[in-house]
């Protein structure tokens, strides 16, 4: 098991910045993959974010540019350092780690982005 504890959500104007971090605990040795996916309303969830441990990354094209993720597998964590953002990325953001082809998932943090 692999529980998730995602931090670092709130409001923030059009073109702001925020960064999101997530901890990771337990069987976290068997981590392959840990990410961000969002689900804005009446939306489905959809990646936004990924990075392997050996640090392979793969990002939505939406946030290409704008959105850099991070990974420190010394301390499990994650993070997704977001800019220039738009009233489109207004969304719960979860974190996701994948051990094989089991995903688990955070509670999620809501984002908004609005003036």
């Known amino acids: 098991q692999v529980q998730l504890v995602e931090s670092g959500g709130g409001l923030v104007q059009p073109g702001g910045s925020l960064r999101l971090s997530c901890a990771a605990s337990?069987?976290?040795?068997?981590?392959?993959?840990m990410g961000w996916y969002r689900q804005a309303p009446g939306k489905q969830r959809e990646l936004v974010a990924t990075m392997t441990v050996v640090g392979t990354t793969n990002y939505a094209d939406s946030v290409k540019g704008r959105f850099t993720i991070s990974r420190d597998n010394a301390k499990n964590t994650v993070d997704l350092q977001m800019i220039s953002l738009k009233p489109e990325d207004t969304a719960v953001y979860y974190c996701?780690?994948?051990?094989?082809?089991?995903?688990?998932w955070g509670k999620g943090t809501l984002v908004t982005v609005s003036s």
């Open positions: 996701n780690g994948r051990v094989s082809i089991v995903d688990y």
């Open positions: 337990g069987s976290i040795s068997s981590l392959y993959r």
